[in-house]
C-alpha cells in the first residue's frame, strides 16, 4: 500500500509539472521538465539501495537517520501536541529544552550533537523537517523521500529560471538537472536537496532585485539566509562573499570588474587576522578544528575512503601553501588508486568528464566575452574557489567529498558554458545550429 501510495503521489507531481511548465518552462518543453523530475525519483530510490547496500548499520546512514530521529519525536510525543510544536517550531526557552529533551529528545540519536541554541546546528532543521511531515504522511518513507525531491527541483527550477537569460537554456538545463552527482545527491532524504532549494531561492531573490520587485526579492533572500544558517551556513556566506564585489563594482563603475573582485578577496584574505584581533573570531583556528574533529571522526568509523589531511596550521601562510592541494583533493579525486570500491568508480568517471569538458573550453573559447558574461564568470568562479577551498581543508573523506562538492562543481560546469564558444564547436563537429 505505501509503494502504491508513492507511486500514485509521484505520477501526480508529474503531471502538475507538466501543466505548470507549458506556460513556464523557460523555453523548454513541458515533456522534458517531467522527465527530469522522473529521472530524480530513480535516482532517489537509487541513492536509498546505494545506502542499504553501503551502510550496515542504518543509524549511521545519513539517509536513514534523520528520517528515524523525526520519527521518534513523532512517536514519543503522540498525545502532547504541545510539545510536539515547540520541538517543530524550536520555540522554547531554555528551561523547557531541558524538559522536551528529557522527556522526548533523548529518544534521538542524532539531535543533541549541538548544545542548546534553538535552530543552530545542521542535523536539526531536517530532523524537524521530517517530524513535522510524520503526521501528513503516516510515517511513509516514501513520501518523505519524495518531498526532498521536489524541494530540490524547485530549487533548481528557480536557479535556471534566474539565470536563463544569461546562459544557454538548453545546455544549463542538462547541467543543473541531470549531471550525474548532483542529480543523485539532491533526490534523498539528505542536506544537499535542502542546500539546492536554499541556492535556488537565493538565486531568485537576486533575480527579483534585478527586476525591481524589491519586496519579493527581501523576502526571498531573507528565508534563504535564515534557511542556510541551520544547515550549511558556509554556502551561504560563499554567495554572499562572491556576489559583494560584483555589488561594489556596479556602485563605483570605475575599475575592471576582475580588478575589484581581486582588491576585494585580498581584503577578505587580509581581515582574517583582523577578526581574532577585533572579534575574537579566530576563523583558521575554526577550520583546523573542524578538520581535526572530521579526522578524528573518520579514524574511529574506520572510513574505508579517508586519504592523508592537510597538515594545517591556524596561520594564512599554512592555508595559502596547502590551498592547492585541497583544490586537489575536492576537484580531481578520487584518483585511480584511490579506488578501493565500486561506489567510488562513478565519481572517477565524472572527474575524468570534467577534465575532458575543461579542455573542451579552453580550446573552444570565446574570443571576446561581454561584460555581463565577464560579471557572471567571476561570481560563478568565486563561489567555486571559496566552496572548494572550504571542502578541501576539511573533509579527509572521499565518500563526504564526492557529495559535498556537488556545488561549486555545478557552478564550474555553468562557468565553462558560459566561456564556451558553442558555434565554434558546431562547426568542428558539424552539427545542426542548438539553439
Known amino acids: 500500500m505505501k509503494i502504491a501510495i508513492f507511486i500514485i503521489s509521484t505520477l501526480i507531481l508529474i503531471v ?27 535516482a532517489g530510490i537509487l541513492l536509498v539501495y546505494i545506502y542499504l547496500d553501503y551502510y550496515s548499520d542504518r543509524g549511521s546512514a545519513d539517509m536513514f537517520k534523520y528520517y528515524d530521529d523525526g520519527r521518534a519525536i513523532w512517536e514519543s510525543t503522540r498525545g502532547n501536541n504541545k510539545d510536539f510544536v515547540k520541538i517543530i517550531s524550536g520555540i522554547y526557552n531554555q ?128 528565508i534563504s539566509t535564515l534557511i542556510a544558517s541551520t544547515v550549511k551556513v558556509y554556502i551561504i556566506i560563499g554567495l554572499y562573499l562572491s556576489i559583494l564585489p560584483l555589488i561594489i563594482y556596479k556602485i563605483i563603475k570605475k575599475y575592471k570588474v576582475w580588478q575589484v573582485y581581486l582588491c576585494v578577496f585580498l581584503i577578505y584574505i587580509l581581515s582574517i587576522p583582523l577578526l581574532k584581533y577585533l572579534f575574537g573570531l579566530d576563523l583558521l583556528t575554526l577550520i583546523v578544528n573542524k578538520l581535526e574533529l572530521t579526522t578524528n571522526l573518520a579514524i574511529n568509523e574506520n572510513a574505508g575512503s579517508m586519504i592523508n589531511p592537510l597538515k594545517l596550521d591556524p596561520t594564512l601562510f599554512s592555508f595559502i601553501i596547502n590551498a592547492p592541494l585541497a583544490i586537489i583533493n575536492t576537484f580531481f579525486r578520487p584518483f585511480i588508486n584511490d579506488i578501493n570500491s565500486l561506489i567510488i568508480i562513478p565519481s572517477f568517471i565524472e572527474n575524468l568528464i570534467l577534465i575532458l569538458l575543461t579542455i573542451i573550453a579552453i580550446i573552444f573559447r570565446k574570443k571576446e566575452i561581454t561584460q555581463k558574461e565577464q560579471n557572471i564568470l567571476l561570481f560563478f568562479l568565486s563561489f567555486v574557489i571559496i566552496e572548494t577551498l572550504l571542502i578541501g581543508y576539511t573533509t579527509p573523506i572521499l565518500g563526504a567529498t564526492v557529495r559535498y562538492r556537488i556545488f561549486p562543481m555545478l557552478f564550474f560546469l555553468l562557468s565553462l558554458i558560459i566561456v564556451n564558444d558553442f558555434e565554434k564547436i558546431k562547426y568542428k563537429l558539424k552539427i545542426k545550429k542548438y539553439e
Do not use: C
Not at 17 to 33: L, S
Not at 155 to 161: A, E, I, P, V
Open 16 to 42: 502538475i509539472i507538466y501543466f505548470f511548465t507549458k506556460k513556464n518552462g523557460e523555453g523548454i518543453k513541458p515533456i522534458w521538465w517531467s522527465i527530469a523530475f522522473g529521472l530524480k525519483v530513480l
Open 95 to 222: 528551561d523547557e529544552y531541558a524538559l522536551l529533551k528529557d522527556k522526548y529528545l533523548l529518544n534521538t540519536n542524532h539531535w543533541d550533537r549541538a548544545d542548546f541554541v534553538p535552530f543552530r546546528y545542521e542535523n536539526r532543521l531536517i530532523i524537524r523537517i521530517n517530524a513535522a511531515l510524520m503526521p501528513l504522511t503516516g510515517g511513509n518513507f516514501g513520501l518523505h523521500l519524495l518531498f526532498f525531491i521536489f524541494i530540490a527541483f524547485i530549487g533548481q527550477y528557480f536557479l535556471f529560471k534566474s539565470i536563463a537569460t544569461f546562459i544557454p537554456k538548453k545546455i544549463s538545463f542538462l547541467i543543473i538537472f541531470l549531471f550525474p552527482s548532483l542529480l543523485l545527491w539532491t533526490s534523498g532524504i539528505l542536506k544537499e536537496a535542502i542546500i539546492i532549494f536554499i541556492i535556488g531561492l537565493w538565486f531568485y531573490g537576486l533575480k527579483m532585485l534585478i527586476d525591481k520587485k524589491y519586496v519579493l526579492s527581501v523576502i526571498l533572500l531573507l
